[in-house]
């Protein structure tokens, strides 16, 4: 029957094999594996060509990895100018207090002015670390940081070891040839000195 044949191949190329129709005679059996073979090489070459065409070449990658970088590199200084501002309006709110008179930055008058100005950088530390938006902005600062230095490392370390390598190659390939020539030279003059021990 036509179409149980049909059903069987198909079944067969789709790797499901029910096992519901099966083939009987030899030249049956033989069309039933060349089904199996080329369905194996269709989804080879299917699936070859899909991740060919979704992965990216080697100057593609490149790019990207330009483009992240960049990106990161912004990130990085926005994060910068944000905490950067974050401390100076918290130093300035400190210093308002302080010539106020009003929190711990009020003026000491008695006492050495080195002891007023250590408890006034006290004060200012106390007075910046309690600001929490700008422990918020320090904590994402270090994390694009890091990040942004542990691409740098993954984009950069294996450039930098290619570049050894081909230089370590280069390096064997000069040597090889230098003990080739220092070889030639030996038989060279070994023959020479042949030559002048026969005259």
């Not at 302080?98 to 000491?108: Q, V």
Request: with cysteine; hydrophobic share 45%.
């Amino acid at each position: 029957n036509f179409a149980y044949c049909v059903w069987l191949i198909i079944i067969t190329m789709t790797t499901v094999g029910y096992g519901d129709e099966f083939p009987i005679t030899v030249l049956g059996r033989c069309v039933a594996v060349m089904a199996s073979l080329a369905a194996v090489v269709m989804l080879a070459i299917s699936v070859n060509l899909v991740v060919s065409k979704l992965t990216l070449s080697r100057s593609e990658a490149k790019v990207m990895e330009v483009i992240d970088t960049i990106s990161l590199r912004d990130d990085l200084r926005e994060a910068a100018a944000v905490v950067v501002q974050r401390w100076t309006r918290a130093y300035s709110s400190y210093m308002r207090q302080s010539r106020s008179g009003g929190g711990k930055g009020g003026k000491e008058k008695s006492g050495p002015a080195i002891k007023s100005a250590m408890r006034m950088n006290i004060d200012l530390r106390a007075a910046v670390l309690s600001d929490v938006e700008l422990l918020e902005c320090i904590t994402v600062f270090q994390d694009i940081s890091e990040s942004y230095f542990s691409q740098r490392l993954e984009n950069d370390v294996p450039e930098l070891l290619g570049n050894l390598n081909s230089r370590l190659y280069h390096q064997e390939n000069r040597i090889q040839s230098l003990h080739m020539m220092t070889q030639d030279i030996d038989r060279l003059a070994t023959r020479l000195c042949q030559l002048q021990g026969a005259q």
